[in-house]
């Protein structure tokens, strides 16, 4: 079946502006997380949506960053006033729950460049 | 703050040798342990998962697992230069945080032909 999409693949945007990165899960999948990978680091965890409970939102660096899944479906992570640390691969994966033996699988990945 | 620990590498190894991936946890309550192979420039893949103590084999891949030493590793049998990348080792986290897996920041392969 299909796996996790993202769009756009890349993008580049000029420091300040506001993007908007898009996430589709695996279908059924109900668990959806955000991961940001800085050139030569590891992941960083951003932000969690199970169902309709409360997204866990303890990795977000800096309120210009939010989340929205609507449902369990579609999601959206918003950088507003966007700066060149921003810039890094953004990752999305999801998983059939959200216990400790779901696994995550990732989509490609947007790759965000702020000049 | 829980860490998990990898050597960055690279490794290299000759084809047909055995590849040793070596990660070390901080959380002792962590349970599930998760190995992610990322080619250059794509996102990660998992190849391989492990809960119990002990080895855990599917093909090529071996997954070990030693909770008291709070350490994981995976081996590679009979490397093949396609087998060249960068693996992540993910730990899930203990009690209300167990959905969120912590990364290390990977050890480079390098399987030569």
């Known amino acids: 079946g299909a796996g996790v999409s993202q769009s756009p693949s890349n993008k580049v945007t000029e420091k300040g502006k506001d993007v908007e990165l898009r996430c589709d899960p695996i279908?059924?999948?109900?668990?959806l997380y955000w991961y940001r990978q800085r050139l030569g680091q590891g992941l960083e965890f951003l932000i969690y949506f199970q169902g309709n409970s409360a997204p866990d939102k303890s990795g977000l660096p800096s309120d210009r960053f939010s989340a929205e899944r609507t449902g369990e479906s579609v999601s959206t992570l918003t950088i507003q006033r966007t700066q060149q640390e921003d810039s890094a691969v953004y990752l999305c994966?999801?998983?059939?729950?959200?216990?400790?033996?779901?696994?995550?699988?990732f989509g490609p990945g947007t790759r965000l460049t702020v000049t | 703050q829980k860490e998990v620990e990898q050597n960055s590498g690279p490794l290299s190894v000759p084809e047909g040798a055995i590849a040793s991936l070596n990660c070390t946890y901080s959380d002792r309550g962590s349970q599930s342990f998760f190995w992610y192979r990322q080619y250059s420039g794509k996102s990660p893949e998992l190849i391989m998962f492990i809960y119990s103590n002990g080895d855990k084999e599917d093909g090529r891949f071996t997954a070990q697992l030693n909770k008291a030493s709070q350490y994981v590793s995976l081996l590679i049998r009979d490397s093949q230069p396609s087998d060249s990348a960068t693996y992540l080792c993910a730990v899930k986290g203990s009690g209300g945080s167990n959905y969120k897996l912590t990364f290390g920041k990977g050890t480079l392969l390098t399987v030569n032909p």
């Open positions: 994966a999801s998983s059939l729950e959200a216990g400790e033996f779901d696994e995550q699988y």
């Open positions: 279908s059924g999948h109900t668990a």
